[in-house]
């Protein structure tokens, strides 16, 4: 049985409203609506850091966004209100977070992510050329059709670093933007 997965809005903090981002896309009849989905096993750490400054970067843009832990019995049919999934989570034991893993594999997450724009990134301490081999396909042979609009390997120390967060969410803005041109 599947079970809701409680979903938080990322607000732009009034810290971040003075620090320059491009506004989005000039080709966007709306707001972009991006949904950060994301586990790890530890709570308040790192990788929530990341996860929040990317999705204020992306919000700072003018874009509505979210994040939800996942969970690998959870109900992901909400995903399908979104233009934009952002994914991933750190390695433990050569394997992508479990509940991450577990939702790809045995809940409706593959199916709602069919055809979607995805942005992957993985966190861990490998090399990232072995993490390009081992990790991140972890991630993409789950998807189906699916338009990648950037995937990244980030080390440990990258999580606390602002600059790797706007520069993935700036990667991710552009790449947006190409995929409405006609
Ligand atoms: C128990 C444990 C196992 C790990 N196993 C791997 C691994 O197999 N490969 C790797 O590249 N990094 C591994 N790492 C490094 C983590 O992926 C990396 O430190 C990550 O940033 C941890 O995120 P967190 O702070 O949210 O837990 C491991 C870390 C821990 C704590």
Do not use: W
């Amino acid at each position: 049985m599947n079970i809701g997965i409680f979903r938080f809005r990322i607000t732009v903090s009034p810290s971040r409203l003075n620090q320059s981002m491009q506004p989005m896309t000039q080709n966007a009849t709306r707001p972009m609506k991006a949904i950060i989905l994301f586990d790890s096993m530890s709570t308040g750490g790192s990788t929530d850091q990341f996860i929040e400054a990317i999705g204020q970067n992306l919000a700072r843009t003018g874009a509505y966004v979210e994040k939800a832990r996942c969970r690998e019995n959870g109900d992901f049919s909400f995903v399908d209100e979104f233009d934009v999934v952002v994914m991933g989570a750190p390695i433990y034991y050569l394997l992508v977070s479990s509940q991450l893993l577990g939702a790809l594999s045995r809940s409706n997450l593959k199916a709602h992510l069919k055809g979607k724009k995805v942005a992957l990134f993985v966190a861990c301490g490998s090399p990232e050329p072995m993490a390009h081999l081992l990790y991140l396909p972890q991630l993409k042979m789950n998807l189906e059709n699916p338009v990648i609009l950037a995937e990244r390997v980030f080390a440990p120390d990258q999580l606390k670093n602002p600059e790797a967060a706007a520069d993935f969410a700036s990667q991710i803005i552009e790449a947006y933007d190409r995929s409405l041109k006609p």
